[in-house]
């Protein structure tokens, strides 16, 4: 409390959170922000404060605790270059829609302009706000204490609500301190009472009901916004109402349960074939919550991921800036895909409808003779015994190692493709990833988010040696605060995926992709099962494919933080039905089918 009984700006920030019901904030400290810190330090008993050992740890940790819970959480960075460390992992969030707050100090407003330490000065006073503008969804910066409120209950709202972000709240040094209100922003006056689960145009949702039932090859396409939107249930009943088959995105996976008997699969560059071939050859693809990237699209050359048109797509997003972003629409809908779905089934009920069995039978005919193709293709894999581990057997077995309820946590790289195509996830939040930025430690840190999110649920992260090396500080943090999570690093002794495209596309021209010893030209790593170890973590080594299922068991029943450093071959690439183009070098080719092209 300030002399007239007014909260300061850091209190008032901090009773936001806790009215907010925020359980965590994660950061790193510095003089800009131990103001702060001080008001963190008084509601210890409110909200836990985990102090981590690099800044973007933190907000890949905030963002996986809220893809497992919806739960938005925050982070607190330093003036200067601690906040600096933040916009790697506010990308991630904001390409991927994922909120959370990132309260960053600056310096005092009466130092504004003159250059004082840690001040971004050149172009503009204070001017942290530039260096994050692309990558999040707003920044607010109060100037004055009584201006925080305002700040902090409309920073909350623009990060929930339509298509949910992250926001940066910067506070100068000064306006920590400073008196700020006498009451809080209370969540149920201004935020708490916001939908922004709109419907669809009710002719849109006719018009769309008339599309699904007149269509011979339908495809349901789901990407996150159907895991985020909590729209997995309403999807899966629309799927079997209609017996649509339902393919996803690399983001999307998980949404429906891959053993479902209508789950296609990945639709990709690397996608199984039956997701690719259903999806490219379909007549109506309704797409739900999904961007259509060049990874999902096969760089959208037509005829390997999708064809449209002819297919006819109808594409629902919150986002309007989505909808016939890359394809043309048959009908864009904005809407939340919850919302839509649950109007989708209202009307059909209302008409009455049954789906046309006999041509819907044909179609499931189809998929399932792809479905035959694809498992052929891919079945010698699963025989392959080698040391280093073929990569397919180990997507494999960590996968089959993994209890239902468990939650795996990818980093970006080779090792993401191959659990994509080989990882069977059950949950919508099974399996976790980041498509839309794809920084190397989301996984490496994400996963102790995971693991707060869930204590009860087994926890694993699959990360690459490069990444994980780059990120290893997440070792001491585990420990720190107890978090029993597993690391299977995926050690292939190369950033592997980029190796991948040398070979693939540069003849062979290899460098600054593999690491190796200077004396004896053999490929170099720390050992990271003794570097896990120095740091008071279990740590084993596995190379041999039959022996990594029970060392993931193994690290999961240990209750405590492990690290299973496994040796994995890095010359295979997962071949799918899709491409992918690097313009100027080439196309990659489909490893199984042909380009589809309309007879
Ligand atoms: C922070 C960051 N730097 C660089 C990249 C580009 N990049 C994408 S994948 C990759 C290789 C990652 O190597 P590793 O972690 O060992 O994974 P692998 O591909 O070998 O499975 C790189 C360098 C990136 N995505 N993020
Ligand atoms: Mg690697």
Redesign the pocket.
């Known amino acids: 409390m300030t002399a007239n009984n007014a909260l300061n700006g850091g209190q008032v920030i901090v009773d936001y959170l806790i009215r907010e019901k925020v359980p965590y904030v994660f950061g790193l400290c510095g003089h800009g922000n131990i103001s702060f810190i001080d008001a963190l330090y008084e509601r210890s008993s409110d909200i836990k404060t985990i102090s981590v050992h690099h800044e973007s740890v933190a907000g890949f940790m905030a963002d996986v605790y809220y893809r497992i819970t919806g739960q938005p959480t925050a982070t607190f960075t330093s003036c200067g270059p601690g906040s600096a460390n933040m916009p790697?992992c506010l990308a991630n969030a904001f390409f991927d829609s994922v909120p959370f707050l990132a309260v960053t100090g600056n310096v005092p407003t009466g130092q504004f302009n003159r250059g004082a330490f840690q001040e971004t000065y050149r172009h503009y006073q204070a001017d942290f706000p530039s260096t994050v503008r692309a990558y999040c969804k707003r920044v607010f910066q109060p100037t004055r204490g009584d201006m925080v409120p305002l700040a902090i209950r409309q920073a909350w709202k623009t990060m929930v609500t339509g298509r949910p972000g992250p926001v940066v709240l910067d506070v100068p040094f000064d306006i920590f301190k400073e008196a700020a209100a006498t009451e809080t922003p209370r969540p149920e006056e201004w935020n708490a009472n916001i939908s922004s689960r709109c419907g669809a145009d009710p002719e849109g949702v006719a018009k769309a009901v008339d599309m699904l039932l007149s269509a011979k090859r339908p495809v349901i396409l789901v990407g996150q916004g159907v895991k985020y939107g909590g729209a997995a249930a309403d999807l899966l009943r629309l799927a079997e109402r209609l017996q649509i088959p339902v393919a996803c995105s690399a983001s999307g996976m998980g949404a429906i349960d891959s053993e479902h008997p209508l789950a296609l699969g990945l639709v990709a560059r690397n996608g199984h074939y039956q997701a690719n071939h259903a999806a490219r050859q379909a007549d109506v693809l309704l797409a739900l919550g999904v961007r259509f990237d060049d990874r999902t699209s096969s760089s959208w050359l037509p005829g390997y991921s999708f064809t449209i048109p002819p297919t006819q797509l109808i594409h629902v997003d919150i986002d309007p800036d989505e909808i016939a972003r890359n394809y043309p629409v048959a009908l864009g809908l904005m809407a939340d895909v919850r919302t839509f779905l649950r109007q989708v089934l209202a009307e059909l009920d209302h008409r009455k409808s049954r789906t046309t069995g006999l041509a819907r039978n044909a179609w499931l005919d189809d998929i399932a003779g792809y479905r035959k193709a694809w498992d052929a293709f891919i079945a010698p894999g699963f025989q392959v015994d080698t040391t280093p581990i073929h990569p397919q057997r180990a997507a494999h077995e960590i996968d089959k190692a993994l209890p239902e309820d468990a939650i795996l946590v990818s980093?970006?790289?080779?090792?993401h493709n191959w659990l994509l195509q080989y990882c069977k996830p059950k949950r919508p939040d099974s399996l976790v990833g980041s498509m839309g930025f794809?920084?190397?430690?989301f996984g490496v840190a994400g996963v102790l988010g995971a693991k707060l999110a869930a204590p009860d649920r087994p926890c694993v992260s699959v990360?690459?040696?490069?990444?994980?090396f780059?990120h290893a500080s997440v070792l001491g943090t585990a420990v720190e605060y107890n978090i029993p999570v597993v690391w299977v690093v995926?050690n292939?002794y190369?950033?592997?995926?980029?190796r991948g495209l040398q070979r693939g596309f540069l003849e062979g021209r290899e460098l600054a992709t593999d690491f190796r010893h200077p004396e004896t030209g053999k490929p170099y790593n720390p050992d990271f099962a003794a570097m896990a170890r120095s740091a008071g973590v279990e740590g084993v080594s596995v190379d041999r494919a039959a022996d990594l299922a029970d060392a993931v068991r193994a690290g999961i029943a240990a209750g405590r933080p492990y690290l299973i450093d496994a040796n994995v071959g890095?010359d295979l690439n997962p071949g799918g039905a899709g491409v992918w183009e690097l313009p100027g070098l080439g196309q990659s080719k489909p490893a199984i089918g042909d380009r589809y092209r309309i007879a």
């Open positions: 790697i980093d970006i790289g080779i090792h794809g920084p190397m430690g990360c690459g040696d490069g990444a994980f780059m995926w292939n190369a950033y592997a995926s980029i890095a």
